[in-house]
């Protein structure tokens, strides 16, 4: 678990979050910090597949999400980063990475939750994709 570490940058997340790193299946987080940077809550979900993390996207997903939110509000969390690793050893993001990043950002934004980046990790390398999916 990454709560109760601190991280000043997107840098320092990517850096930090190597520990998930897994060459079996993708997995994606939601990790939420107070405003000094430090990790208050955070979620994993998998599909356990190589090329696919479950994002709870389509009817499921509105009480995913806000119960994801009000569970990290409650426990300080103001920003969120979404983290995913990439099992082919590349962590270019996919048009599908930038299109849910952009989604993902809107929602906890207008959620009064502070969307920071979603950061893909590999093997010694990390891209970022950033609200708006570039």
């Known amino acids: 678990s990454l709560v109760g570490q601190k991280v000043s940058s997107t840098e320092d997340f990517a850096v930090l979050a190597q520990v998930y790193r897994d060459p079996r299946f993708e997995t994606l987080r939601y990790v939420f910090t107070d405003d000094d940077g430090n990790i208050v809550a955070q979620a994993g979900v998998t599909s356990r ?5 479950s994002a709870f996207v389509g009817p499921s997903a509105t009480l995913f999400f806000d119960n994801l939110i009000v569970r990290a509000q409650a426990m300080g969390g103001k ?3 979404l983290l995913h690793n990439h099992p082919s050893e590349i962590a270019i ?3 599908g990475d930038r299109m849910f990043t952009e989604d993902a950002a809107k929602y906890f934004n207008a959620r009064g939750m502070k969307f920071l980046d979603h950061v893909i990790i590999d093997t010694n390398e990390y891209a970022v994709v950033k609200a708006d999916g570039s």
């Open 49 to 53: 597949l190589p090329a696919s993390a």
């Open 79 to 81: 920003n969120v980063y």
């Open 93 to 95: 993001p996919s048009s």
